[in-house]
């Protein structure tokens, strides 16, 4: 309970929890402020009063996986992750694999807007620092290669442990996201509970004006995807084809008149834009799209 009234200090729409408490026959767990949709060893607090909607999406797991489509009433629609990596255990014995591993990540990750977090209980320099010994942390590894994600974190541990009389840390709870939602994502650590594990928030910081809605009745076409290497026979039949239809039209000069040029202007303006329907992709562009920043910019 403690992490979802830090979650009304924090004004978070969203908590995340792993391992959370067992329902007993006859207690159930409620909170004024949050609406709770319990998983496995997952559970995912939504606010009441944010009014947002949620839509749980099934990409396996076996309950230690919970994904969820996130939209906001201004239209801000993301993907959100709770995970909680770890062996099972019964009747005090630890089975063979993880479930987390086994959702269908390929699935969950054709969001661009995605993040996700939780207890990995993965051990690894590439995120923690001061981590002694690499284990268990081939398949996050992987997963963040493959899908390209970045973990954000504020460098602190989030984790103790006391053995032998003393006392270790680790960070082993944190978020992953793509690189294209990391510079907007800010986050902090909280040790302060009576956890071994720490609370850690992230905000997001939206774009001005991401969601709303725009007009999208510019039409264009891919002409750089149809100039590809891939679409090169394409390209060159889309060119020859132009040529053949142009070269029977009239030549227009300084003598030309104007009814002469106004019918051209409409015959090109007609035939080109079905030329262009024919052998191009279809787009939409919409008025704040940047059709100037090219390749060639970007590199420079």
Known sequence: MMALEMG???GAHVVMLQ???????????RHPGYRLIRGGRTMTAVRRDIHLELSEVDT?????????????PLGRKMRLANVYDQLRQEEGVRSQGRPAQTARWSEIMKQEKILLGGDWNAHSDRWDLQCPTKRDATCLENLMDEYD??????????????????????????????????DRLETSTDLATTSDHAMVCARLRWDEGEGAKVSRKITGWDIDGLKSKEEEEK????????KDKSSKRPVLD???????????????????????????KKIKVCAKSKRWWTVEIAEN
């Open 235 to 242: 390209y060159t039949n889309a060119q020859k084809d132009w």
């Open 19 to 29: 391992e959370p408490y067992v329902e007993r026959e006859g207690y159930n767990i």
């Open 149 to 182: 994600l970045i973990d954000v974190t504020d460098g602190e541990g989030t984790h103790s442990n006391t053995r032998n009389g003393g006392t270790s840390g680790s960070l082993i709870d944190f978020f992953i996201t793509k690189a294209s939602m990391a």
């Open 254 to 280: 300084e003598k030309s008149s104007g009814d002469e040029l106004q019918r051209e202007a409409e015959w090109i303006q007609r035939n080109f834009v079905n030329h262009l329907n024919g052998c191009c």
């Open 60 to 72: 396996g797991g076996d309950g230690d996986v919970q994904v969820f489509d996130i939209r906001y």
């Open 8 to 10: 009304i200090v924090w």
